[in-house]
Nanobody
Framework: QVQLVESGGALVQPGGSLRLSCAAS????????MRWYRQGPEKERELVAG????????NYADSVKGRFTISRDNAKNTVYLQMNSLKPEDTAVYYC?????????WGQGTQVTVSS
């Protein structure tokens, strides 16, 4: 049974920081490409950041580049999203995903709210 569990979401003031975590179980974690997505209210889900399984290469949405950092710890079966200089428009439910070939899995999400 594959399970992805996100944590770390919170209410934070603009300019603040958060670190989200996504813990995976039931998978060979090191074989999966890991990604963070987000979906704000009344908005479509968008890709925020990704990190490859092989060489650990990363990619980011233009809206978060320079502010967010994705990383993974294969020994802990966990992927992280460090979020700095948060803006109100970053408010969303953040989801992690794991993909290998035709297999893809999603977590349940964690709420991030950026507001004064």
């Amino acid at each position: 049974q594959v399970q992805l569990v996100e944590s770390g979401g919170a209410l934070v003031q603009p300019g603040g920081s958060l670190r989200l975590s996504c813990a995976a179980s039931g998978v060979t974690f090191s074989s999966y490409t890991m990604r963070w997505y987000r979906q704000g209210p009344e908005k479509e889900r968008e890709l925020v950041a990704g990190i490859a399984s092989a060489d650990g290469s990363t990619n980011y949405a233009d809206s978060v580049k320079g502010r967010f950092t994705i990383s993974r710890d294969n020994a802990k079966n966990t992927v992280y999203l460090q979020m700095n200089s948060l803006k109100p428009e970053d408010t969303a439910v953040y989801y992690c995903s794991a993909k290998m070939g035709i297999f893809a899995f999603w977590g349940q999400g964690t709420q991030v709210t950026v507001s004064s």
